[in-house]
């Protein structure tokens, strides 16, 4: 199947300071990409979707300020958590979806974020 | 939107027994994937249902979803160890969407 990679896996930063995450699709062109946010002991919840070349769509509750996405690319996708706290420690997820097939959905590995 | 239940919330087990995950759709489903995972690690893709009635099965694991497609179970025959973990069913019209997990635990 399709390959996502996530860079970092895991990252730790201080409060107050911005943190980038990367989804790139390595061996297919993404349209759309996917962000997600998994909290312990709960399940993945949307935060955003992105089209390449176009602004994100977010979810209800999230603030896209604080949740900066940029899809500059059919291959890479990057969310910035900007001046993190630490309610913003969770795993993130992205997916990138294939222009062929159509609503074939893929995952990355995921970042842990950990803001102190 | 796609509003996905899943039940039980959490499973313990006996190693060697039987286990069936449920999956609930508010909407008829087009496309209905199971996923495994756990916390802090990737999404491991089990198995993808489209068609009322479809079955599928992998190893120990066996998925179906109703002719209705509104709702799919998940099988486990004979759980391992390495069977536990969390287990996702998602959806999607446009995105996809995740039901809420179920926690499973095999005791050895």
């Known amino acids: 199947g399709a390959v996502v990679s996530q860079h970092p896996s895991r990252v730790i930063c201080k409060s107050g300071t911005s943190v980038k995450i990367e989804c790139r699709s390595l061996?297919?062109?993404?349209?759309?990409m996917f962000w997600y946010r998994q909290f312990p002991k709960q399940s993945l919840m949307l935060m955003a979707t992105s089209n390449e070349g176009s602004k994100a769509t977010y979810e209800q509750g999230v603030e896209k300020d604080k949740f900066l996405i940029n899809h500059a690319s059919l291959t890479l996708s990057t969310l910035t958590v900007t001046s993190a706290h630490p309610e913003d420690s969770s795993f993130y997820i992205c997916?990138?979806?294939?222009?062929?097939?159509?609503?074939?959905?893929?995952f990355g590995p995921g970042t842990r974020l950990t803001v102190l | 939107s796609q509003e996905l239940e899943q039940s039980p919330q959490s499973l313990i087990v006996q190693e060697g027994k039987n286990l069936t995950i449920n999956c609930t759709s508010s909407k008829t489903l087009y496309g209905l994937y199971w996923y495994k995972q756990k916390y802090g690690e990737g999404l491991i893709f089990l198995m993808m249902?489209?068609?009322?009635?479809e079955e599928k099965s992998h190893e120990k694991i066996t998925a179906k979803l109703d002719e209705k497609k509104q709702q799919s179970s998940l099988h486990i025959t004979a759980s391992q160890p390495s069977h536990a973990g969390i287990y996702l069913c998602g959806a999607h019209l446009y995105d996809m969407r995740f039901g809420a997990g179920t926690r499973l635990t095999v005791k050895p």
């Open positions: 061996d297919f062109q993404a349209t759309t």
């Open positions: 249902l489209q068609k009322g009635g």
């Open positions: 997916s990138a979806r294939a222009s062929v097939p159509y609503n074939e959905q893929f």
